[in-house]
């Protein structure tokens, strides 16, 4: 099985984010492999890393590409790190399902 950013858990689904903060636009770029094999969604916000505005920016990001709303969201690692961890609430397998057909739509 190839390596994916998304991770089923018990209460939803766990997103591996590469955060890159005061970028020239908000964007998703899409799933890129780490040194130590994992897969990491990488993702550009123009917020600055202050005050948690960069955070606020990525979620709001995902919540209008995946169509999730953001309360659903939450960052659960890497608060003030540009490596993230967000879990999103919800049927994991229905969410894996939803985020795979966005992720093979992006790469058409």
Not at 3 to 23: C, D, H, I, N, R
Request: proline share 6%; hydrophobic share 45%.
């Amino acid at each position: 099985m190839t390596p994916s950013p998304f991770t089923p858990v018990a209460t939803g689904l766990k997103v591996a984010v590469k955060l890159t903060p005061k970028a020239s636009r908000d964007r998703i770029m899409g799933a890129t492999p780490e040194a130590d094999g994992s897969m990491v969604l990488k993702a550009q916000v123009t917020a600055v890393p202050e005050d948690g505005k960069a955070n606020a920016a990525l979620l709001k990001l995902l919540s209008k590409a995946w169509k999730v709303p953001k309360t659903d969201m939450e960052i659960v690692q890497g608060a003030t790190d540009r490596r993230k961890v967000i879990l999103i609430s919800g049927d994991a397998v229905d969410l894996r399902q939803r985020l795979d057909e966005w992720m093979a739509r992006q790469n058409d």
